[in-house]
């Protein structure tokens, strides 16, 4: 029989309310039915992928431009596939919804040695893998389904992690009330006590700095504070850093933004600053490997002041609950304005060369690359960057005013920028979305290109072929044979997953011809760029060369 408002509307209605308008994922016997809501259901589309691993990257890269998005695929196998791309979502601070499709109640209930199951009649065994990445979990039932669709998607809003969601194949049709309020009306709020304590006692901490320093991170971007940072730093004056995963928080090209900060790999200005500030305000930033090359950081911890999502931390007081909105609003209305001439800023937009780049007639080499594709980068543009030369070549490349840039330095799994590039794209289409992606990555999730082509997005994507692991050469094993992979015909990719799809394609290899794809690209609204982009095997970004010595001895 056929409910007029069932389940699986209920979860539809929740996830449309967040501003999902795109499901990913990869059917199977244990979601088909549902899926057939998801195809009927208005303003949702439905996005089938390649496989379940690229849908929760999509699923990701959608997230970290759209606020939230969802996948669905079916129980065990399919679940498993994703949980990598969930367990990143989850590093990295993403709200993602993973819905499994599982087999029905009565099958569960009576423990049947079912497909996709490991035949010992018993189903939690995924979902308990699951409690590790997100950050709530729940077996929907008809008596249960509204209240717990509710609350595993608010610790999804509060927290910025996925979470889960198991949706039994007869579970979905079931009878349910329409919601009666918005889930937004129980986000987190902050104690007005634990304000004001924070403010009386940290703001004449930051009034008397001499030398204070804003040091901002990706959280800023996933909880959208950057009006408030913005906001912050114009208030106070205080100079701005990021660390690389934090790139699209703050204005690179305002007065008082003064790099990327990377410990000693920084700049030998920005490293003195940061490290001798008397007071750092670090905020939504976690100082890891990655982003501070290899933990080389020098400040001391009595001099920081760490504003996270719901608290305000200093070594001798911790201040909860405060939201950061709430503690960088406050902050911005009480810290008296510093006199700009005393607080030694050097703007990032003095550091750079201003000239117009000349093209020359040799090889590409990867700081040319680079210098290049900074003049490319326009204001809005979304850049993808691929852990490895494709990262730490973009990490501290200026990029334009109100650009989103995504990475992954923390989890770093290898291929996740190409299918977070569909996601990305898709979350917003009137933005041009670039990525920089090497060739070892690409090869793990190179079948994603035929889902983009049959979405027609237009992004314009830069594989870099350097011919293997440049990062893995560089740490060890520089000539081993785990570290080469097969070379193939990249160029021809695009006709191959797409035979009738449009594409524009371009293999090159010195600075000419890259000169003139980047013109080609620039005028291609009609489809999808594609740039085969050849350097030398062993040439690499100078910041990756040094980072990569100091993985290799951490690895020691």
């Not at 389940?7 to 990913?24: A, C, K, Q, T, W």
């Not at 008809?142 to 969601?165: C, F, G, W, Y």
């Not at 030998?268 to 090359?293: H, M, N």
């Not at 995504?406 to 990305?424: K, R, V």
């Amino acid at each position: 029989m056929k409910h007029e408002y069932t389940v699986g509307n209920y979860l539809l209605d929740r996830l449309s309310e967040l501003g999902i308008r795109h499901m990913f994922g990869v059917p199977g016997d244990y979601n088909l039915a549902f899926l057939d809501n998801v195809i009927d259901y208005e303003g949702m589309e439905w996005v089938g992928n390649r496989n379940e691993l690229n849908a929760a990257y999509a699923a990701d890269g959608y997230a970290r431009i759209n606020g939230f998005a969802a996948l669905i695929t079916t129980f065990g196998v399919g679940e498993l596939s994703a949980i990598n791309g969930i367990a990143g979502s989850y590093a990295e601070h993403v709200p993602v919804v993973k819905i499994t499709g599982a087999p029905t109640t009565k099958v569960m209930d009576n423990g049947l040695y079912v497909h996709h199951t490991l035949g010992d009649g018993k189903f939690d065994h995924f979902s308990r893998m699951f409690q590790e990445v997100t950050v709530a979990q729940t077996l929907l039932t008809q008596e249960n389904a509204a209240q717990e669709i509710d609350r595993v998607l608010l610790a999804s809003m509060t927290e910025k992690r996925p979470v889960h969601i198991t949706l039994p194949i007869d579970v979905y049709d079931k009878p349910a009330n329409k919601p009666e309020s918005p889930l937004h009306d129980e986000v987190a709020t902050s104690n007005h006590e634990a304000l004001s304590q924070m403010l009386s006692e940290l703001t004449p901490m930051i009034d008397k700095a001499k030398q204070p320093v804003i040091l901002a991170g990706y959280e800023v971007n996933r909880y959208e504070n950057r009006e408030e940072l913005l906001a912050l730093a114009d208030k106070t004056g205080i100079p701005v850093t990021i660390l690389s995963g934090g790139k699209g928080a703050f204005n690179e090209e305002h007065p008082q933004f003064i790099g990327v900060y990377n410990g000693e790999l920084s700049a030998p200005y920005l490293q003195k600053r940061v490290d001798e500030a008397d007071c750092i305000i670090q905020i939504g930033a976690k100082p890891t490997d990655s982003t501070t090359g290899g933990f080389s950081y020098n400040f001391s911890d009595k001099d920081l002041i760490q504003i996270t999502p719901f608290s305000v931390i200093t070594t001798k007081q911790k201040y909860a609950p405060i939201t950061m909105k709430d503690a960088l609003l406050a902050l911005s209305e009480r810290v008296t304005q510093k006199n700009s001439e005393e607080l030694n800023i050097l703007p990032l937009q003095s550091q750079l060369n201003q000239n117009a780049f000349e093209v020359k007639e040799e090889n590409i080499k990867q700081n040319r690359f680079f210098e290049r594709l900074s003049h490319f980068m326009k204001e809005k543009d979304v850049l993808l960057a691929e852990q490895g030369t494709s990262y730490y070549g973009a990490a501290t490349m200026a990029i334009p005013k109100n650009t989103m840039f995504i990475g992954q330095p923390l989890w770093g799994s290898i291929g996740f920028t190409f299918p977070a590039l569909l996601g990305s794209q898709l979350a917003d289409m009137n933005r041009r979305n670039i990525l920089l992606i090497g060739d070892g990555s690409f090869q793990l999730t190179a079948q994603e290109l035929s889902t983009m082509l049959d979405q027609k997005i237009k992004p314009i994507i830069f594989l870099i072929n350097n011919d293997g692991y440049t990062v893995e050469r560089a740490i060890h094993g520089e000539n081993q044979a785990y570290n080469d992979i097969p070379m193939w015909d990249y160029k021809k990719l695009p006709e191959v997953f797409s035979p009738e799809g449009k594409s524009l394609t371009y293999k090159v290899q010195t600075e000419t011809e890259l000169e003139e794809a980047l013109k080609a690209a620039e005028n291609n609204h009609d489809c999808l760029t594609f740039i085969e982009v050849v350097m030398h095997r062993d040439d690499k970004p100078e910041l990756l060369a040094q980072l990569s010595k100091r993985f290799a001895k951490q690895n020691g």
